[in-house]
């Protein structure tokens, strides 16, 4: 009898030995469990915290593009400001003077109308009037030369709408076709400019 009451309590505790080892089992595989899914998060709070820094990152670089584009932007602009601002100082040197010398082309036909009007003349006092006006004209145009201002050239030339107006034509023995034969009116260039066109008669 008490060997039975011996083994009932061996088997009790047993069983009780196997009931623990169970459930150390099961608290580790829950620590396990506890512990993977703490790891879980760690590692899905460092991948958002990677996006996070990827997001900036890209948000820098396309700041520094934007200022890049930007700076590039205004350096061209003002590149082509400068040269905007020297060709219109280089027109205005140039030009500036137009509306100026336009209305000095009329003292210099006055000048060649007097002398036409009395250079066939064979009175001493009227030739010397002449070589004085042919002096004075002379001086007038190396001043105006200064300012750009030549004269179209006409003498022995073919006609040129660029900067000849034809005032009629005529046939002539000898000549060719759209030579200039006569000047009525002398043309003018302002710096490459035609300020004037030459009025001419042209041979047909």
Do not use: C, W
């Not at 009007?117 to 007038?140: R, Y």
């Not at 179209?152 to 000849?164: A, C, L, M, R, S």
């Amino acid at each position: 009898m008490e060997n039975v009451e011996n083994e009932t309590v061996q088997e009790e505790k047993t069983n009780q030995a196997s009931i623990d080892d169970q459930e150390q089992v099961k608290a580790e595989a829950k620590e396990e469990e506890v512990s993977t899914e703490e790891e879980k998060k760690e590692a899905k709070s460092e991948e958002e915290s990677e996006d996070k820094e990827d997001v900036k990152l890209k948000e820098v670089k396309k700041e520094e593009e934007d200022y890049k584009a930007k700076y590039y932007y205004l350096a061209a602009e003002m590149e082509n400001m400068t040269k905007r601002f020297g060709r219109e100082k280089e027109s205005m040197l140039k030009f500036g003077n137009e509306d100026l010398l336009k209305n000095m082309l009329d003292v210099l036909d006055n000048f060649d109308r007097s002398v036409d009007a009395i250079k066939n003349d064979e009175d001493e006092k009227v030739k010397n009037i002449v070589v004085g006006i042919n002096m004075v004209q002379k001086q007038f145009l190396d001043v105006l030369s200064k300012f750009g201002l030549t004269e179209v050239e006409t003498e022995g030339k073919e006609f040129d709408p660029n900067f000849h107006e034809a005032m009629g034509q005529q046939e002539v023995e000898g000549k060719k076709e759209s030579e200039i034969l006569q000047v009525f009116q002398k043309g003018y260039i302002l710096n490459g400019r035609l300020l004037r066109a030459a009025k001419v008669m042209v041979a047909k």
